[in-house]
């Protein structure tokens, strides 16, 4: 099963949106296969954003459940908070 | 009346919505006196000051803070010098 990964950044980005987005292409790459990267940045994050009820960016949803918001998760609790959504 | 405009990435992230906070805050202590609003960093009125950090905040037209959270005194200490220049 495809684990799904949406990540949110703001536009202009703030630091930890930056990392986030690098983050982001790492595990694309890592995981390539298992782990479906959405990376929404900006005015085409807004209705994901809202409908999820996120307050603020950066934040991971993974298979449509918030793990991670305001910060840039380190790659420890990236991998834990994947792993919980069943990678 | 003295205008603060806070100038934000979309969505917003941790201290853009504390700087929001804050404004909000302070201007809750001069009824009347004060008004908040809040803008996309990319925007018509975020050109109009040539925003380039977030979050970025405006007293009467002058920037005062850039890319970084402004402490509620540097804030107040801004609004209350406007209100002098203004009697």
Not at chain 2, 6 to 34: D, L, M, N
Not at chain 2, 44 to 53: A, C, M, P
């Amino acid at each position: 099963m495809t684990v799904r990964m949406e990540v949110f950044s703001g536009d202009p980005p703030c630091p930890g949106c930056l990392a986030i987005l690098a983050l982001a292409d790492e595990y694309a790459k890592k995981y390539k296969g298992r782990l479906e990267v959405i990376k929404l940045i900006g005015e085409e994050a807004t209705a994901k954003f809202e409908e999820y009820k996120l307050g603020c960016v950066p934040a991971v949803v993974i298979n449509e459940k918030i793990r991670i918001e305001g910060i840039c998760p380190s790659r420890t609790t990236l991998d834990n908070a994947l792993r919980e959504g069943g990678l | 009346m003295i205008k603060i405009k806070v100038f934000g990435s979309t969505p917003p992230c941790a201290k853009c919505k504390e700087v929001e906070k804050r404004a909000t805050k302070i201007a809750e202590r001069y009824p009347g006196q004060v008004e908040v609003a809040k803008f996309p960093a990319i925007s018509e009125e975020g050109l109009k000051y040539s925003v380039l950090f977030t979050p970025t905040v405006v007293v009467n037209d002058k920037v005062i803070a850039a890319g970084e959270v402004i402490s509620e005194g540097e804030l107040e200490k801004a609004i209350q010098k406007e209100m002098e220049r203004q009697s």
